[in-house]
Nanobody
Framework: VQLQASGGGLVQAGVSLRLSCAASGRTFSNYAVAWFRQAPGSEREFVAGIDRSGDFTEYGDSVKGRFIIGRDNAQNTVYLHMNSLKPEDTAVYYC????????????????WGQGTLVTVSS
């Protein structure tokens, strides 16, 4: 499956932003999808994940209560709604897919999008 992440940009702290991950190539509904992020000098961090149907989601501790992940299998797209953005949310955000279940480690994902940069100014 091919993934294309989009929606990043430069925003001020406190605002909202929505990222999109568009998929093509295979049956999208067979794949769990996650968002990871990586800031300069840091390891890639799990942000949020959603199961194949969209009924089950998981979040990293640093974004819990602020970010919401959703998916539209008819549109082959996963979204990440980011609210109350903070400067520490600044990173390149990647979407990734794997068959069946969500895992929190990057090595568990076979397919990756190219990343989209989110910069939050204070």
């Amino acid at each position: 499956v091919q993934l294309q992440a989009s929606g990043g940009g430069l925003v001020q702290a406190g605002v909202s932003l929505r990222l999109s991950c568009a998929a093509s190539g295979r049956t999208f509904s067979n794949y769990a999808v996650a968002w990871f992020r990586q800031a300069p000098g840091s390891e890639r961090e799990f942000v949020a994940g959603i199961d194949r149907s969209g009924d089950f989601t998981e979040y990293g501790d640093s974004v819990k209560g602020r970010f919401i992940i959703g998916r539209d299998n008819a549109q082959n797209t996963v979204y990440l709604h980011m609210n109350s953005l903070k400067p520490e949310d600044t990173a390149v955000y990647y979407c990734a897919a794997r068959l069946i279940a969500i895992v929190h480690v990057p090595a568990g994902y076979e397919y990756w999008g190219q990343g989209t940069l989110v910069t939050v100014s204070s």
